[in-house]
């Protein structure tokens, strides 16, 4: 506080660098976990656990991932990766208005399947592994990595077990 007998250069000045300073690093703050937030959506479901498929030679077989049921969530997956580990056709597919564990007739319980790549789920729509072999033997499916948006999130996960196929003929 100063009075009228303050001379002028004993005056106490608040700086402005501080505030600016101040304003720059609450909006640099805000801004970092911004892009946090909007690259950093809930974690998909990926159990540890594997889960162990016989698939008949030359018939595929469907094994569910992801049920949207749950969640209010939708996905619009833009890409799919798989890696499988041995000879296998493998899959990512949307399991239209239904969900499966483990089977050869989706169509029992879903009303369409579609290519993931692309898709849109909603809830009550289900992520499945279509997996078909022509010939006798092994592979190690790992979890689909599944880049997507969900509302103004994104990212890249991992989403369902590792799945064990052994093929055999019937």
């Not at 660098?17 to 609450?26: E, I, K, Q, S």
């Not at 937030?37 to 990926?46: G, Q």
């Not at 789920?121 to 979890?143: F, K, M, W």
């Amino acid at each position: 506080m100063t009075d009228a007998r303050t001379p002028r250069n004993l005056q106490v000045r608040r700086s402005r660098g501080r505030m600016v300073a101040l304003v720059v690093a609450v909006a640099a703050a805000a801004a970092a976990f911004a892009v946090w937030f909007v690259t950093h959506p809930p974690a998909l479901p990926a159990p540890d656990e594997p889960v162990d498929v016989s698939v008949p030679l030359f018939q595929p077989v469907y094994v569910g991932v992801y049920d949207g049921d749950g969640t209010d969530r939708t996905l619009h997956i833009s890409e799919v990766s798989l890696d499988v580990e041995g000879e296998a056709t493998v899959a990512l597919m949307v399991c239209r208005d239904g969900a499966v564990s483990v089977t050869s007739e989706p169509t029992a319980f879903c009303t369409s399947l579609d290519d993931a790549n692309g898709a849109t789920i909603e809830p009550g729509d289900a992520l499945v592994l279509e997996i078909s072999e022509d010939e006798s033997g092994e592979a190690t499916i790992h979890p689909a990595e599944v880049s997507y948006r969900d509302g103004i999130r994104w990212g890249t996960q991992p989403v369902g077990p590792t799945v064990e196929a052994t093929f055999v003929s019937r």
